[in-house]
């Protein structure tokens, strides 16, 4: 079992940036591929970052690729999303994710955060 708990949300404005973090426990947190996902008042989850177990790769959505980073820091069992550039479109409520990389990628990761709130404002 992997509990995972996130931090950094709030009120940006547009064109501003903010990290967000995830802190991991339970399991050996360097044994999971980790991910990030968010979703938008009346639409569905969709996918935004993820990250292989030992960070050696990563993936975007094209909607966030060249502003957003994602990166890990196995010592610390966090996983942070950098989030530069912020348009009010990115308005949501952000979760973290664990499991299997592939299984991120899928949108089917084994744990899941209970979410932060990211409001851009214009």
């Known amino acids: 079992q992997v509990q995972l708990v996130e931090s950094g949300g709030g009120l940006v404005q547009a064109g501003g940036s903010l990290r967000l973090s995830c802190a991991a426990s339970?399991?050996?947190?360097?044994?999971?591929?980790m991910g990030w996902f968010r979703q938008a008042p009346g639409k569905a989850r969709s996918f935004v970052a993820a990250i292989t177990w030992d960070g050696g790769s990563t993936y975007y959505a094209d909607s966030v690729k060249g502003r957003f980073t994602i990166s890990r820091d196995n010592a610390k069992n966090t996983v942070y999303l950098q989030m530069n550039s912020l348009k009010p479109e990115d308005t949501a409520v952000y979760y973290c994710?664990?499991?299997?990389?592939?299984?991120?990628?899928?949108?089917?990761?084994?744990?899941w955060g209970q979410g932060t709130q990211v409001t851009v404002s214009s």
């Open positions: 994710a664990a499991g299997h990389t592939i299984a991120v990628l899928a949108q089917t990761p084994a744990y």
């Open positions: 339970g399991r050996t947190f360097g044994s999971y591929g």
